[in-house]
């Protein structure tokens, strides 16, 4: 089975760029969409094939895919960006998330 | 604007079968832009795919729930849903019914509200 990982937890200060690592085989070669969850909330699609946000998320919010990591970056992060964030794709016919990385900004 | 609601018993007993069902309103199940599915997230965990089904009544399911998982649509296309046979405490979860885009990957572009589900005698 095809399986994405995610560091734990990542923690930065307000103003600083956070990347957020998805890692997977090959992974470069598939399409890569990223969730933020905040607590008791369902999930909000930020990013979605690869690098494009839907409409109403802040341009801070950019993805990138290549080889086998995909980055989720968040420029000049800010305090209501405290949330965890999820990878995930489609591999034969089979959706897959990753672990989740909870992302402080303190 | 497309809205997803979840329903269903809050609690239900180890070995018996959890049912739910998702009203869909403000769009419709009928068309080949979109897949419909299932995902759940046991407290404090991460999220799970379950399963999901294209409007032909096509249906794709984790490997790990396949044997005990059902999805399906009702025939008036405006709500679909979700039968786990057999269950444990570990099916406990808050479970959210959810959109897919076919060409971007499954990328979910709208989730329900979740609701909880506790397996329990």
């Known amino acids: 089975s095809y399986d994405l990982t995610q560091p734990p937890s990542l923690s930065v200060s307000p103003g600083q760029t956070a990347n957020i690592a998805c890692s997977g085989d090959?992974?470069?070669?598939?399409?890569v969409s990223w969730y933020q969850q905040t607590p008791g909330q369902s999930p909000v699609l930020v990013i979605y094939q690869d690098g494009n946000r839907p409409s109403g998320i802040p341009e801070r919010f950019s993805g990138s895919n290549s080889a086998n990591t995909a980055t989720l970056t968040i420029s000049g992060a800010q305090a209501v960006d405290e949330a965890d964030y999820y990878c995930?794709?489609?591999?034969?016919?089979?959706?897959?998330f990753g672990g989740g990385t909870k992302l402080t900004v303190l | 604007q497309l809205q997803l609601q979840e329903s269903g018993p809050g609690l239900v007993k180890p070995s018996e079968t959890l049912s739910l069902t998702c009203a869909v309103s403000?769009?419709?199940?009928?068309?080949?832009?979109?897949?419909w599915g299932w995902i759940r997230q046991p407290p404090g965990k991460g999220l799970e795919w379950i399963g999901l089904?294209?409007?032909?009544?096509?249906?794709y399911y984790s490997s790990s729930l396949k044997s005990r998982v059902t999805i399906s649509l009702d025939p008036s296309k405006i709500h679909f849903s979700l039968q786990l046979s057999s269950v444990t405490a570990a099916d406990t979860a808050v479970y959210f019914c959810?959109?897919?885009?076919?060409?971007?990957?499954?990328?979910?572009?709208?989730w329900g509200q979740g609701t909880l589900v506790t397996v329990s005698s």
């Open positions: 089904i294209y409007y032909t009544g096509s249906t």
């Open positions: 090959k992974l470069g070669d598939k399409y």
């Open positions: 403000g769009g419709s199940i009928n068309g080949s832009t979109y897949y």
């Open positions: 995930q794709t489609w591999d034969t016919g089979t959706v897959i």
């Open positions: 959810a959109r897919h885009v076919v060409v971007a990957a499954a990328a979910v572009d709208y």
